[in-house]
């Protein structure tokens, strides 16, 4: 290990799980982003991903592995629909909306931290 290479760890115990959410959030958007964009699709099954499980799983278990483990699952419609389309849009448009008002706040959250981290290097200079 070179004096400039980080620990292992070191970067998931400076940031915690801001990254490692940020990257499952987005995950998230592509997926929902994907059912939206299949609305018309005869027999496309909507999908999901269980973000605050995996969340809540990688606080006790490790980053990594926990995320990792994040299974895309069918989401079950509320309405059958008469071609197999299991896309609702007025679900969808309310998980793609909360979804991103997450991602938003894990990257401001991310940001203040790596400022902070720069400020107090600044400070030990």
């Known amino acids: 290990m070179t004096p400039l290479s980080p620990q292992p760890g070191l970067i998931d115990q400076a940031f915690g799980i801001s990254a490692p959410a940020l990257r499952l959030r987005s ?19 909507a999908r999901d991903l269980d973000a605050d499980a995996a969340l809540r799983a990688a606080q006790t278990g490790g980053f990594s592995a926990q995320l990792d483990s994040a299974r895309l699952q ?3 419609p509320l309405i059958a629909s008469i071609d197999g389309n299991t896309v609702e849009m007025a679900t969808e448009q309310a998980a793609f909306a909360e979804n991103a008002m997450r991602y938003r706040a894990s990257l401001e959250f991310l940001g203040a931290r790596v400022n902070s981290i720069m400020a107090a290097l600044k400070a030990d200079g």
Do not use: D, F
């Open 27 to 45: 995950q998230r958007l592509v997926v929902i982003a994907s059912n939206i964009a299949n609305a018309a699709t005869p027999g496309y099954k």
């Open 74 to 76: 069918y989401r079950a």
